[in-house]
C-alpha cells in the first residue's frame, strides 16, 4: 500500500511556490509520494515551461510525472480532475482531498485569519464529496474565518468558474466519462469569453460578501472574473512571506 500526492500541473502553474510550500509539508510530515498529474506524460514539457526558471522548475521537473496507482493505495490530491480521473480509473484506490489530510492535522499550523468574512464556494466537479466539503468548513473555522453559504452549495452547486461554459479538455471524457459525459448534459459548450464572464459576473451578483473562498483553480478563475474577492483556500493555509 502508497501513499501519494498529486500536486496538479494546473495549480502548480498558478501558484508555483505556494505549491512547493504544499509538497513540502507533505514529504516532511506525511512522507508520502509527490507525482505531478493522475495520468502519465500529460503535457509534461508545456507545464515545465510555465514555471520560473530556476529552482522552482527544476524541482517541478524532478518529480515523477504520475504513480503507478494499485488497489488499497492512497492518493491525496487538490485537483478535482485528478480525483475524479484516479477514481474511475481506479476503482480500488482510496481517493481523498489535501484538505480532508490537512484538517486531521493536529500539528498543523492555522493561521489566524480573525475578522475575515466569506463566502463558501463549493465545485462542481467535487460536488458528491461530503467529506471534502466538510473538511473545507472546519478549516475555516480553525482559521477564525466567519463563513456563510452559498446560495446553491454542496450537492446542489453548478459552479466551477468559466470552465463550464468552454470545451474542456479531451482527455477529461474519455478518462473520466461517469462525471465528465454522463454527468455533464449541457455542459463544456463554447461561449464567447464575454459571454462566460457576464455570466460569472451574475451569479458572483448572488454572493453574500466580497471575498469568497473556494478551493478549485477554475472557481477561482471565474470568481474573479465575476468580480469577486476570490481566494483559494491554499492561499490562506499556505500564505507567502515576501
Known amino acids: 500500500m502508497s501513499h501519494y500526492y498529486i500536486a496538479s500541473c494546473v ?3 498558478q501558484f508555483p511556490e505556494r505549491s512547493q510550500k504544499i509538497r513540502n509539508y507533505i514529504e516532511e510530515r506525511w512522507g508520502f509520494k509527490t507525482v505531478r498529474c493522475c ?4 503535457k509534461i514539457r508545456q507545464f515545465e515551461e510555465k514555471m ?13 510525472d504520475s504513480g503507478v496507482f494499485r488497489i488499497s493505495d492512497h492518493v491525496y490530491s ?11 480509473r481506479h476503482p480500488g484506490v482510496k481517493v481523498r482531498s489535501l484538505w480532508e489530510l490537512i484538517d486531521r492535522d493536529d500539528s498543523f499550523p492555522f493561521p489566524d485569519h480573525s475578522g475575515m468574512q466569506v463566502t463558501v464556494q463549493d465545485c462542481w466537479r467535487s460536488r458528491d464529496r461530503q467529506a471534502e466539503q466538510d473538511a473545507v468548513r472546519s ?4 482559521m477564525h474565518i466567519r463563513w456563510t453559504e452559498a446560495p446553491r452549495n454542496h450537492q446542489d452547486t453548478d459552479f466551477c468558474g468559466n470552465s463550464l461554459y468552454r470545451l474542456q ?18 455542459l463544456f459548450l463554447p461561449h ?6 457576464e455570466i460569472m459576473r451574475e451569479y458572483c451578483s448572488q454572493l453574500a460578501t466580497d471575498t469568497v473562498i473556494c478551493y478549485c483553480h477554475y472557481c477561482l478563475e ?9 481566494r483559494h483556500l491554499a492561499e490562506l493555509l499556505f500564505p507567502i512571506t515576501v
Open 39 to 42: 495520468v502519465p506524460r500529460y
Open 169 to 186: 479538455p479531451p482527455r477529461n471524457p474519455k478518462l473520466a466519462p461517469k462525471h465528465y459525459v454522463r454527468d455533464a448534459k449541457g
Open 222 to 230: 471565474g470568481l474573479k472574473n465575476g468580480g469577486k474577492d476570490g
Open 139 to 142: 478549516i475555516l473555522d480553525k
Open 11 to 13: 495549480f502548480t502553474a
Open 52 to 64: 520560473p526558471e530556476g529552482v522552482l522548475r527544476d524541482e517541478w521537473a524532478s518529480l515523477p
Open 78 to 88: 487538490l485537483c478535482h480532475n485528478c480525483n475524479n480521473i484516479i477514481g474511475e
Open 192 to 197: 464567447t469569453e464575454e459571454e462566460q464572464n
